[in-house]
């Protein structure tokens, strides 16, 4: 009779063991979910860009610098499609106010304003704009589910034992970057 409690309690506890396990899995492939949704979105906006760009262009001849700007961030964020998080998060900060700087300097071109291409384009990156917001809440939100049951216990004891580790959380590091750019059209 204690040998069939004794195993009892050693069968409950590997199932315990187990389900801790799967659990840990299961928010590990839901971080990894979040950032591959945060990547379709950064991509998305990337290859907007250059028909934006070519769209606005004709109109702007002096404001060269911020375009060309505009197309250096742009490269810059697609040749980092393979960093992490933290480096992502930096560049992508910096050409979405270069983006916002674009859309406010567009609005002393009043033909561009009216062009149905620009507005196509301008409603197209906002649409993007605001799915990479969602994707990075549901990206931060599933890293933090990950990280508590890293770190608490006892299921930290199962990933030690299998090699979990904490995720990076997808910030914003530089303060001007979180600034919502004002456009008015």
Do not use: C
């Not at 049951?149 to 910030?171: D, H, M, R, T």
């Amino acid at each position: 009779m204690g040998t069939w409690i004794i195993l009892a309690v050693l069968a409950g506890v590997v199932l315990y063991g187990v389900s801790l396990y799967n659990r840990l899995v299961k928010l590990r492939q839901m971080a990894g979910e979040g950032w591959s949704g945060i990547d379709v979105q950064l991509k998305r906006r990337a290859d907007l860009i250059p028909n934006l760009l070519e769209t606005v262009k004709g109109y702007m001849t002096h404001e060269r610098e911020l375009l060309e700007e505009v197309t250096r961030l742009r490269g810059q964020a697609v040749s980092s499609s393979s960093g992490s998080p933290e480096q992502r998060a930096g560049i992508e900060g910096a050409l979405s106010g270069a983006l916002g700087r674009l859309m406010a300097v567009a609005e002393n071109y009043p033909d561009l304003k009216a062009n149905e291409n620009f507005k196509e384009f301008q409603e197209a990156l906002e649409e993007t704009e605001n799915e990479i917001s969602m994707s990075r809440r549901y990206y931060n939100g599933s890293v933090r589910n990950l990280n508590v049951a890293v770190e608490s216990f006892p299921s930290n004891l199962i990933a030690n034992q299998f090699g979990f580790v904490k995720a990076e959380y997808f910030e914003i590091e530089n303060d001007a970057d979180r600034a919502v750019p004002s456009v008015k059209f």
